[in-house]
């Protein structure tokens, strides 16, 4: 694809990634209205392409160098959203998907050398007022990177055709060359697919040119992948002739890869000399306006710099309602620029002729001696019996000194005054809010009328109602938003807000960026807080207790368990976490405290008391709690050991054992025992080992006291048949698992500590 393009490089930048608001149009008339600038006439605009294909654009951000224009496009002005070209893939193989037939222009096709599609053509004749035109425009493509240095390059070109031009030429060149701006004459300088760096320089000296391009990759809003620099297309032209232009571009062989063209508003334009307003009063529509007795109006011939070496002469004609010599003072029909002049002024000083007929008007049509036949530019000015100049003001007022408000005075005029409350000097001094108006009158047929909408200027400044809260706590004084406003406080703070701590009269002076000042007080009173501390947290043993004081002088006090005295009493068996709130006027105090309960021992000697026969033992078994640390018997006598928490006894009489257990929390629990001693040694002689339940076991009470017992059973021949050392568990009539027969035994047991054995008959009974 092949494309044209001839630009001069302006001193502005284009940055893709600013937000465009883009309108979708391909009316001729509206296209061209947008880009036709000072000094061209034009007529017969006609647009060719895809409806989708062209429109308008106006930068939303400011940071897109060319605020405002149209976008010509071989594929579609809106992709998604405000994004020029086609949303595409990442492939980046975009098709033409416009809407429109891919239609082909003849002129482009020829001058590009290739076949063309989707052409997109706004074209139209014109009058230029002076010798050049010029216009300003960037090209983008989205074969920008990957067709650089190829045979590929979509077609553009800015062709113009009339007087002093053979044919059709296009003026969008590479500036100072007469190079066309294509993907070839303008990259980065590196061959794309399939690219050859001769394809670029084979455009002519010094291309590619580099410094016009600019990388596009990475925006996220605008989806061609590269651009030119803004540039300027321009050509000499002859004044007032009629020339053609055609702006046209497309895609070259297929319609693959997409380009545009942006051109800028009202840069289409020709220099020559132009009409324009100098002084006196403006309509509305910034139409000059002259009054009869009161303003003279004052229009300029202005003539560019540029084309100001020669002398000229220039031609006025005057239409209009109003009637030269009649209603105005006659004008000149010509003016002469002296070489190197560019502005002349005419004055226009309407007839005061006290008669009313409204609005009249001067159209002043301007020609040169290159346009004698034709008008190059115009200018209309009206003639008013009177005028009103209406203003309206803002002010603000302070409650501490009046404000100004002050009537127009002009020089060398009467100047009559007529205020709203009936004042008659040129300025009056106002203290409150309101509207006022004044008619000033001046010279004749003139008047100002001014109002002043004046507003309260005094801040708003409330420090709220006096404030009463409790000593430590921090109370924020606010006299206001930080919004420009001046503080002063009698703390010497300047902010607009303060925090204070102490009781005390407080007073704030806020002033306005405009003087306007305002006060405002407030007591603050802090009072006593009822203090309290429960002390550390604790643990007890069952039997402790510990006094909770919350005592403060005329508190009253709530406790989490429901009591509301000053103190509270807490023993180990009801521990926990106890609050306390004190309450004195407002003001109120909390403090909590844990008591844990201590592990406490076991402390079960056994038995109330313990029998044992005479010259046996006792053997104590206490209980082992979870929790026990240490045993402690008392007294020591008889004992064999003091200290654990089975010792045995070896009573010589009868006595109380107390038993002292610790936990590991050093908590206490005390048991004691009576040790009794039994005389009679008294021995059964008869059982029934049946299982019955009854009589089952040969029991003798009291023998466990003899714990080194020897007892023995023989039968009737003699036989030993059960024996044992201790006797802790009775006899079941059994040897070896197998009852022995019923009958007579005899027994033989001797209780050892110097206790006489005792013998005897044993009959077993079934």
């Known amino acids: 694809m092949r494309n044209y393009f001839t630009l001069i490089l302006l001193s502005f930048s284009f940055v893709a990634s600013s937000q465009l608001q883009i309108t979708n149009s391909n009316s001729a008339q509206v296209l061209a209205r947008k880009i036709v600038g000072s000094g061209v006439n034009v007529f017969n605009a006609e647009y060719r392409g895809s409806n989708a294909a062209a429109g308008t654009f106006l930068a939303q951000t400011g940071g897109f160098s060319i605020n405002e224009g149209i976008v010509l496009t071989t594929g579609r002005v809106i992709t998604s959203g405000n994004n020029f070209g086609i949303n595409e893939p990442a492939s980046r193989l975009a098709t033409n998907n416009n809407g429109g037939t891919l239609y082909q222009d003849a002129d482009l096709a020829a001058y590009a050398n290739t076949r063309t599609r989707d052409a997109c053509v706004l074209e139209f004749d014109f009058i230029p007022i002076g010798d050049s035109i010029s216009v300003n425009f960037v090209f983008a493509s989205e074969e920008y990177p990957d067709f650089n240095c190829t045979n590929f390059n979509d077609a553009f070109a800015f062709l113009i055709s009339g007087p002093g031009f053979v044919g059709k030429q296009n003026i969008a060149l590479v500036p100072r060359t007469n190079i066309p701006v294509t993907i070839n004459s303008i990259n980065n300088g590196v061959p794309g697919q399939n690219g050859n760096i001769v394809f670029c320089s084979n455009m002519g000296l010094g291309s590619p040119f580099t410094n016009l391009y600019v990388d596009n990759s990475a925006s996220t809003s605008i989806v061609y ?146 346009c004698i036949n034709n008008f190059s530019d115009s200018l209309v000015v009206q003639v008013k019996d009177s005028f009103a100049l209406v203003s309206t003001h803002q002010k603000e007022v302070c409650s501490a000194f009046p404000t100004t408000l002050a009537a127009p005075f002009i020089n060398n005029l009467s100047n009559a005054y007529l205020w709203s409350n009936g004042a008659t000097a040129q300025s009056i001094g106002v203290t409150s809010p309101n509207t006022y108006s004044v008619i000033h009158s001046f010279g004749t047929n003139c008047y100002n009328k001014d109002t002043f909408f ?96 919350a005592t403060f002088a005329n508190a009253s006090y709530q406790w989490s368990n429901g009591d509301s005295a000053a103190t509270v009493l807490v023993t180990g068996a009801v521990a926990g976490t106890y609050h306390v709130t004190t309450i004195l006027g407002n003001c109120t105090s909390s403090d909590t405290v844990s008591i844990k309960r201590k592990r ?57 054992y107390y038993l002292t257990v610790k936990s590991q ?41 003899y714990i080194y017992a020897n007892v023995q059973i023989f039968n009737r021949y003699g036989t030993l048949v059960y024996s044992t050392l201790g006797y802790e568990k009775p006899w079941d009539g059994k040897i070896n698992g197998v009852a022995v027969p019923i009958g007579t035994y005899y027994y033989f047991i001797d209780p050892g500590n110097g206790v006489k054995p005792a013998t005897g008959w044993l009959q077993i009974i079934r």
């Not at 003279?296 to 540029?306: D, G, I, M």
């Not at 979870?626 to 009489?653: C, D, G, H």
């Not at 004691?672 to 040694?681: L, P, T």
Request: charged share 20%; proline share 5%.
């Open 225 to 370: 992948d590269g651009y030119t620099k803004v540039l300027t297309a321009k050509t000499r032209v002859q004044p007032c002739q009629t020339y053609h232009i055609k702006l046209a571009i497309a895609d070259a062989f297929d319609e693959r890869y997409d380009s545009g063209v942006f051109i800028e508003a009202n840069s289409f334009k020709s220099e020559g000399i132009r009409l324009a307003r100098s002084d006196g009063y403006y309509a509305a529509d910034s139409t000059l306006i002259s009054v009869e007795g009161c303003r003279n109006a004052t229009f300029s011939l202005e003539r560019p710099k540029k084309i100001s070496a020669d002398p000229t002469t220039v031609f006025l004609t005057y239409q209009g309602t109003a009637t030269m010599g009649v209603d105005y003072i006659n004008l000149p029909s010509s003016i002469t620029f002296a070489a190197g002049d560019t502005i002349k002024r005419v004055t226009i000083q309407p007839i005061a002729d006290a008669i009313t007929e409204g609005t009249e008007t001067i159209k002043i049509l301007l020609s040169t001696s290159q």
């Open 454 to 549: 004046v507003l309260r200027g005094d801040p708003i400044v409330n420090l709220g109602a006096d404030t009463t809260t409790c000593q430590g706590q921090v109370v924020t004084l606010t006299a206001g938003a930080n919004n420009g406003n001046k503080y002063l406080w009698n703390t010497t703070d300047t902010s607009a807000k303060i925090n204070i701590r102490t009781a005390g009269d407080y007073w704030v002076r806020v002033i306005t960026p405009k003087g306007c000042f305002l006060f405002d007080t407030l007591k603050a009173v802090f009072n006593t807080v009822p203090t309290v501390s429960l002390g550390k947290d604790t643990s007890l043993c069952d039997y402790d207790s510990l006094i909770l004081n």
């Open 600 to 656: 406490m021992p076991i402390a079960d000697a056994g038995p109330a008391d313990i029998t044992v026969l005479k010259g046996g033992y006792a053997k104590f078994f206490a209980t082992r709690g979870a929790f026990n640390a240490s045993y402690m018997w008392q007294p020591i006598e008889f004992l064999n050991k003091t200290t654990i928490y089975n010792p045995i006894s070896a009573p010589k009489r009868e006595l109380w």
């Open 665 to 705: 929390d050093n908590c206490v629990a005390r048991d004691s025992i009576f040790v009794k001693i039994e005389n009679d040694f008294k021995i059964p002689n008869a059982f029934s080992p049946n299982g019955d339940g009854i009589n089952d076991y040969w029991e003798i009470p009291l023998i466990s006291s």
